[in-house]
């Protein structure tokens, strides 16, 4: 047994990034973010499909060639369909921000 709120460090200076299950086919992690956001001029661009769900905290999270910011709170989620470029434009700062995305 395992929870995703313990563990965390004290100071992250870069989002931490936990796979806690994977196989050939899934791969479950837990991402913790503090204030973090996408470097400047960076997409994502993965090979599969990913499933994100906000735990704790918050996000914003721009799909290329949109120019609406998705909010995400605690609760929500989002399903991202492989290969459509997106980046992490913020998260809270205030507190930690706890994903859950599942790859596949």
């Known amino acids: 047994m395992a929870s995703l709120f313990t563990?965390?460090?004290?100071t992250l200076p870069a989002e931490l990034f936990e796979t806690l299950i994977s196989s050939s086919t899934v791969k479950i992690e837990r991402i913790v973010s503090r204030g973090h956001a996408s470097p400047a001029g960076?997409?994502?661009d993965q090979p599969d499909n990913e499933f994100v769900l906000i735990?704790?905290?918050?996000?914003?999270i721009r799909l290329e060639n949109n120019?609406?910011?998705i909010t995400l709170k605690a609760g929500d989620h989002l399903?991202?369909?492989?290969?459509v470029r997106h980046r992490v434009e913020w998260t809270d700062a205030a507190c930690d921000t706890i994903w859950l995305t599942v790859h596949y």
Request: proline share 5%; charged share 15%.
């Open 7 to 10: 563990d965390i460090p004290e």
């Open 67 to 69: 120019d609406n910011v």
């Open 79 to 83: 399903n991202i369909a492989a290969h």
């Open 55 to 60: 735990i704790q905290g918050s996000a914003g």
């Open 42 to 44: 960076f997409w994502y």
